[in-house]
């Protein structure tokens, strides 16, 4: 997040911030229903999707460039099954999602954006408090 020196957003940020939440709701619901044509209107030709373990004694990263790549993983982490809920909320200051099920957090998601475009998804299984 961009902050001035007084710890203030700058205009930027407050210009952009309601289009990206939106672009994070749409992100939801394309992938939840396997909408893969809207998913590519959403991600960048280039999009980067990174998958962390989130297993401190031995982390595991994986990550897949382009929209080709990107949409199975996206749709398979995000889709509707029994029990998952995934939430649209704040991740670490910006807009992202949080996946739980039985009421216990399984991952959270960051979000980040060229222009209008998301560029990166990052995962993070098993996220700690």
């Given amino acids: 997040m961009s902050l001035t020196s007084q710890g203030r957003s700058t205009s930027w940020e407050r210009l952009f911030r309601p289009l990206r939440h939106r672009a994070v709701h749409e992100l939801r619901v394309a992938a939840e229903h396997g909408d893969s044509g809207q998913l590519v209107s959403l991600l960048d030709p280039g999009v980067a999707v990174v998958v962390e373990s989130g297993d401190v004694e031995h982390p595991l ?10 949409i199975p993983v996206l749709v398979h982490g995000l ?3 029994p029990g998952q809920v995934v939430h649209e909320r704040s ?6 999602l949080t996946l739980s099920r039985d009421n216990e957090q399984t991952a959270a ?3 980040d954006f060229a222009g209008r475009l998301i560029s990166s998804v990052w995962i993070r299984l098993r996220p700690r408090g």
């Fill in 79 to 81: 889709s509707a099954r």
């Fill in 109 to 111: 998601v960051t979000i």
């Fill in 61 to 70: 990263i994986r990550m897949v460039n382009g929209t080709y790549d990107a």
């Fill in 91 to 96: 991740v670490n200051g910006y807009a992202g």
